[in-house]
Structure formats: structure tokens, C-alpha cells
């Protein structure tokens, strides 16, 4: 009696739908990852270590994810590594290196 309710005929013989999706969103994400780039280069001249680089941007993410308020104005389709990147390019973010044996 369950089995009859879960799957009805009507659903079984019927023909596949073919969803179509706007085309409109492809253009959308193109000039964010446009954006996204453009900031990783403007980051690039501040902390030119790409290593380094990497890691205060993960390191931050990270933070961010975790609840910690931007330093920068944001945007709401601004992703957390933008609003890093950002950070970054403000001057907001410092990096220092470690004091360790290789280093002293």
C-alpha cells in the first residue's frame, strides 16, 4: 500500500524532462574568476613569494570561515579568498618570517 504511493504510474511512464539552464550565469562567473585573478595579481606585488602568498591567503580564509569580521569593504558575492586577496592588497594582512635555526 506504501510502495503503490512512493512510486506513481504517472511518473513511470512519462518521458524524461530536459532541464535547460540560462546561459546568462556563465558570463557571471567568467568576471568572477576575472576578478579573482586580477586581485591575485595586485596581491602578487605585495607578497611576491607565491608560497607565502598561498598560506596568509589560506590562513585567512580559514579565519574568516571560522566568523572573524573583514578588514575591507566586501560585496555579497565577494568570496573569501576575494575578501583575503583584498585584505591583502590594503595592507590590512602583514606576514613575518619565522625565527627559527635556518633563519636566525
Keep these: 500500500m506504501i510502495a503503490s504511493q512512493l512510486t506513481p504510474s504517472a511518473l513511470a511512464t512519462s518521458a ?5 539552464f540560462p546561459t546568462e550565469a556563465n558570463r557571471a562567473v567568467r568576471s568572477l ?3 579573482t585573478t586580477q586581485l591575485l595579481q595586485e596581491a602578487a606585488q605585495v607578497i611576491p613569494n607565491q608560497q607565502l602568498l598561498i598560506n596568509v591567503v589560506s590562513k585567512r580564509v580559514r579565519q574568516l570561515g571560522l566568523g572573524h569580521r573583514p578588514m575591507v569593504e566586501t560585496t555579497p558575492r565577494m568570496s573569501l579568498t576575494d575578501i583575503a586577496l583584498k585584505e591583502i592588497i590594503a595592507g590590512k594582512l602583514a606576514h613575518e618570517p619565522l625565527k627559527g635555526p635556518e633563519n636566525a
Design 16 to 20: 524524461p524532462t530536459i532541464l535547460q
Design 33 to 35: 574568476r576575472h576578478m
